[in-house]
């Protein structure tokens, strides 16, 4: 890790099992999950946490450097908070070398499984939460819903057991750093449970509220269970979304020109300054058509400095961006469009504005105004802002 990352948190990815009951011939961190590692998939969540991380992965011996590449990809820019060290022969013994590359600066722990590699952010965030606010060791677990039986070696049913007293228990498994490490210097014994040597050590652990995505995959069954969680539900055709802004002064009163907003000549309105039309609400959705298409934006489409947009109508601009998506093999879902303006007073025509441009786009079309309360240029009567946000799909 970089020396010069000061993290209070770490996270230690055990990721160094063999993955033998999941019959795939290689360590479990490293079997596809619906099209990625499970390694990579576990490692979302923990660098979309706020607040700076370090990340130790440990790897199979043999697989430090793919480790490392996996890592180095989820990360992103904050790559320099992350470390990659070979496993040992246990789980205990893999956290142990975790725990032996960790900066100074860390002072809460997380232990987390690869093999649970939906576990939400949200879970994560709870169990820092919970080690910060107490001082103790928390621990995610769900209660337990089946009826629990002690048995003796054969098999024979001796009593149930009250499962008001049982909870499964999860990771990341959250402790203050010293405490997990005092209970490792004195483990004496191996053990797949980091809580159950920090409580044989004298500390207390807390079992917070768990989550059910947080599972292990651990069979094949496991692993087909994670697949359907991360696909789209059946004839789900989910959409790209986008967000455009543009603004514009009003032009001088001697320049008579004439008032185009939302696809609506308003007469006696002061215009709006442009190379078009100067129509905000326009050219907003037009913006966000392009993002959600991944077609640029409205500058690199239809520059300034163009001669067949000079003084254009803000339907030339949506037609022409209605184009380009359909030729990119998408087609328009909804837009919404927030107007911050003193004027012209919209809500009397608002009705008519949105059948205009839905009829331009072939889809529903929602607009909303607002002032600012006399804050700002608009505010001030000296110009108009709008923001949109618009759905696409695949045609």
């Known amino acids: 890790m970089n020396s010069s990352a000061q993290p209070l948190v770490a996270v230690i990815v055990v990721a160094a099992g063999s993955g033998t009951r999941l019959g795939h011939g290689q360590a479990k961190a490293f079997v596809s999950l619906a099209g990625r590692t499970i390694l990579s998939r576990s490692l979302d969540p923990i660098f979309a946490?706020?607040?700076?991380?370090?990340?130790?992965?440990?790897?199979?011996?043999?697989?430090?450097?793919?480790?490392?590449?996996?890592?180095?990809h989820v990360a992103g820019a904050a790559s320099a908070y992350l470390t990659v060290v070979a496993g040992?022969?246990?789980?205990?013994?893999?956290?142990?070398?975790?725990?032996?590359?960790?900066?100074?600066?860390?002072?809460?722990?997380?232990?987390?499984?690869?093999?649970?590699?939906?576990t939400p952010v949200a879970q994560f965030e709870a169990v820092i939460d919970a080690v910060g606010a107490s001082g103790r060791a928390a621990?995610?677990?769900?209660?337990?819903?089946?009826?629990?039986?002690?048995?003796?070696?054969?098999?024979?049913?001796?009593?149930?057991?009250?499962?008001?007293?049982?909870?499964?228990?999860?990771?990341?498994?959250?402790?203050?750093?010293?405490?997990?490490?005092?209970?490792?210097?004195?483990?004496?014994?191996?053990?797949?449970d980091d809580a159950a040597l920090v409580a044989e050590a004298g500390y207390p652990v807390t079992i917070?509220?768990?989550?059910?995505?947080?599972?292990?995959?651990?069979?094949?069954?496991?692993?087909?269970?994670?697949?359907?969680?991360?696909?789209?539900?059946?004839?789900?055709?989910?959409?790209?979304?986008?967000?455009?802004?543009?603004?514009?002064?009003?032009?001088?009163?001697?320049?008579?020109?004439?008032?185009?907003?939302a696809g609506l000549l308003w007469p006696a309105e002061q215009g709006l300054s442009g190379h078009s039309d100067g129509d905000a609400v326009a050219?907003?959705?037009?913006?966000?058509?392009?993002?959600?298409?991944?077609?640029?934006?409205?500058?690199?489409t239809f520059g300034t400095d163009d001669p067949r947009f000079s003084g254009a109508r803000g339907e030339v601009?949506?037609?022409?961006?209605?184009?380009?998506?359909?030729?990119?093999?998408?087609r328009v879902g909804n837009v919404a469009v927030q107007l911050i303006a003193n004027r012209p007073r919209f809500a009397a025509r608002r009705l008519e504005a949105e059948g205009v441009l839905a009829?331009?786009?072939?889809?529903?079309?929602?607009?909303?105004?607002?002032?600012?309360?006399?804050?700002?240029?608009?505010?001030?009567?000296?110009?108009?802002?709008?923001?949109?946000?618009a759905l696409v799909y695949p045609a």
């Open 49 to 72: 946490l706020g607040a700076e991380t370090q990340v130790v992965i440990v790897a199979p011996a043999d697989r430090v450097g793919e480790a490392q590449q996996i890592g180095t």
């Open 88 to 118: 040992g022969q246990t789980r205990q013994e893999s956290v142990a070398r975790g725990l032996a590359v960790l900066a100074g600066s860390v002072q809460t722990v997380l232990v987390h499984d690869a093999a649970r590699a939906l």
């Open 139 to 192: 621990v995610p677990g769900l209660p337990v819903s089946d009826t629990i039986k002690r048995t003796d070696p054969f098999g024979l049913a001796l009593e149930t057991v009250d499962r008001a007293e049982l909870s499964a228990v999860q990771t990341p498994q959250g402790f203050p750093r010293d405490q997990l490490e005092r209970a490792y210097a004195q483990a004496g014994h191996d053990a797949t």
């Open 208 to 261: 917070i509220h768990g989550d059910p995505l947080a599972f292990k995959i651990t069979t094949a069954w496991d692993l087909r269970r994670a697949e359907q969680e991360l696909q789209p539900a059946p004839g789900l055709v989910l959409p790209r979304t986008g967000v455009g802004v543009d603004s514009h002064a009003f032009a001088p009163a001697a320049d008579e020109q004439p008032l185009w907003l």
């Open 283 to 300: 050219h907003a959705i037009c913006d966000a058509l392009l993002s959600a298409g991944g077609l640029g934006d409205i500058g690199s």
């Open 317 to 330: 601009f949506l037609t022409e961006t209605l184009r380009m998506l359909t030729v990119a093999g998408l």
């Open 359 to 389: 009829g331009i786009l072939g889809a529903p079309v929602s607009i909303s105004a607002t002032t600012t309360d006399g804050l700002g240029f608009t505010g001030r009567s000296e110009g108009v802002v709008a923001i949109a946000t």
